[in-house]
Structures are given as C-alpha cells and as structure tokens.
C-alpha cells in the first residue's frame, strides 16, 4: 500500500482510500471482507503481520507531486476518524511543502558551493598560468644573469599555490641553492628533478612550512603539481640552452682550423650531447687510417668504431671536448 500511496495509485471508491490519495484502515485483519485481492492489488500486508490493526498512510505533497509518506500504526483497532485523517493531509501538505523549500535551499547551497568552488579553481588556474608566463618573460631577459632568473622563480612560485601565506621553495642546481623568503625545510612538500641533457644536476621544491588537507600530491592539488613540473621543465631547458651557447663558443674557436663537414658533425655531437670515448685501439689503430678520408663521424658511430674521420679531426673532437684552453 505504501507504494500505492506514493505513486498516486489510490481510488477513492474504495472504501480505504480517500480523495486526498490516503490509505486508512480500523482493522487490517478485516481488509479482504470490504475489498476484493483484485481491488487491494499487490501488498506484502507487513503491518498486518507485525500486528497493527489500525494503519493510516498520509501523503506528503509539494508543488512537484507526493515527495514522501507519514505513516501511522496502532495494534489497537478503530484508532481513526475520516476528520482525523483529513486533518492528518492537510498536515501532509504543509510538511511537504516545508520538506520540498529546505530541499530546495540545500540545493541552492550546493549549488552555491560549487559556483564559488569553479570561481577559486579559476582563480588558482589563472595563478599558475600568470607564474608560467612570468618565467618565461625572466628567461627571455637578457640583463638578468642564470643567478637573478633563479632567484625571482624561487619567489614566484609560493603565489601560485592554493596557501601562499605558508608555501616556501626550494631550488638546488649542483653545489648552489636558492630559496624563497622565509623558506625552511618541511615535511609537506613536492619536488621535481632538473636536468641538464638528461643529467640529473638539482631539483625544485615547493613546500607548506604548515600542515595542510591532503590532495593530489601530499597538500598539493594535480594542477599545482603539473605547474612544478612544467617550472622545473623550463628551467632544465634553459641550463641547456647556456650551456649549448657555451658549446657553441667553444666551436667557434675552431672554425678557422675545420672545414665545413667538420662543423657540421661536431656541432651535432655536441647539442645532442653524444659522449666521445676512448678508441678501442686493440681492435682498431688510429695510425692505420688514411689522412685524407672525408667520410663522416656519423658513419663511424652507427658502424661501430669503422672510424670514418681522418686522425686529425678526432684529435680535434677530443681537444675541443677536454680542453678549455685557447687554440
């Protein structure tokens, strides 16, 4: 019955329904002598069975239909009154009108919530693309030495993150570090690596001098993760490119004394940072090669020391790779 009643299955013809779409009875173990099974339709009869003769089922109603059901029982019959129960709907009327505004409200809240929530995610989204720039724009300075561009990152990051008034970072490059103001070691912390050519020279750290909720890394949301990461990318790529603008230096040096090709294999070796190692001299002989050969260093690696360069060129390869020095 309760089914029928929040359905809106009722007949008021029967005896036990009501216009209101109520279900009522005086005495559950008389049911079937006013009504037939037909009339009563499917019901598990479990009030009956747990002994209450008087049962009155009330719907509650809003403006959207039967929202929920007050459901009265007593083991003692002729409990009810038709007045009694059209008292009780009209009760059911207001209670689910109250029901259906605090329903309303608690989704005007959520909703509310979730409006200020998308507006704070925008907010840091807007945050960290303002640093991503930022740093750019640093690196594309060029009255700022490798020194001032690290430094300021440092001071950039902390403003990114979702509690800047306690976020502290960390930069270690080989022997030398930089930190933010106020920067001191945490526990609460995120890091990256930064390399050099794929050489693991530092990493970057950013960190809450206080504990804070969890999220996606530590207190650390995935967006603020992918912002390290993305900071410590661009920082790897510009000590690559200083040092691919020491590299080139370095080459110029020789374009007096190497042709061409020569220039153009050993500036490929270099920026693709291709280590130049001992010959196998068991094997293969230096002096056996012809001076005048004009095959090429490209050969001579994917051929597996079928060296390809006359001496003089490797010669120049390894003063040009272990010496600083002046030609």
Not at 42 to 62: D, Q
């Amino acid at each position: 019955m309760c089914g029928r009643v929040i359905q809106e299955n009722t007949d008021p013809s029967l005896p036990f329904f009501t216009k209101g779409g109520s279900f009522w009875s005086n005495n559950t173990d008389n049911l079937l002598s006013v009504a037939t099974v037909e009339e009563l339709g499917e019901t598990r009869n479990v009030c009956n069975a747990e002994g209450y003769l008087s049962v009155a089922l009330i719907p509650l109603r809003s403006t959207d239909g039967v929202i929920g059901l007050l459901q009265l029982n007593d083991e003692r019959p002729d409990r009810f009154s038709l007045e009694m129960i059209e008292i009780l709907e009209r009760l059911g009327e207001s209670i689910g009108i109250a029901l259906a505004r605090i329903d309303e409200e608690e989704q005007r809240k959520a909703l509310e919530k979730e409006r200020e929530q998308l507006l704070y995610n925008y907010q840091l989204r807007i945050k960290e693309l303002d640093t991503l720039y930022r740093v750019s724009k640093l690196q594309e300075n060029p009255d700022l030495t490798i020194d001032d561009i690290l430094n300021l990152i440092v001071d950039l990051l902390p403003n990114s993150t979702q509690y800047p008034e306690v976020a502290v970072t960390r930069l270690n490059i080989d022997d030398k570090v930089y930190d933010s103001k106020g920067y001191q070691s945490t526990p609460h912390r995120y890091s990256a690596l930064i390399q050099n050519y794929g050489v693991i020279v530092g990493k970057l750290i950013i960190g809450y001098h206080e504990e804070r909720p969890k999220e996606y890394k530590g207190p650390f949301l995935e967006e603020e993760v992918k912002l390290v990461n993305l900071v410590a990318e661009s920082v790897s790529r510009m000590l690559e490119r200083k040092q691919a603008g020491d590299w080139r230096k370095s080459i110029d040096k020789y374009a007096l004394i190497l042709n061409d090709s020569e220039m153009r294999h050993i500036t490929k070796l270099v920026l693709e940072d291709i280590a130049i190692g001992e010959m196998d001299r068991e094997e293969y002989n230096i002096d056996d090669l012809p001076n005048g050969t004009t095959q090429t260093i490209d050969s001579y690696l994917s051929l597996q020391y079928n060296l390809e360069l006359n001496r003089n060129l490797i010669i120049k390869l390894q003063n040009l790779l272990r010496s600083n020095e002046p030609i």
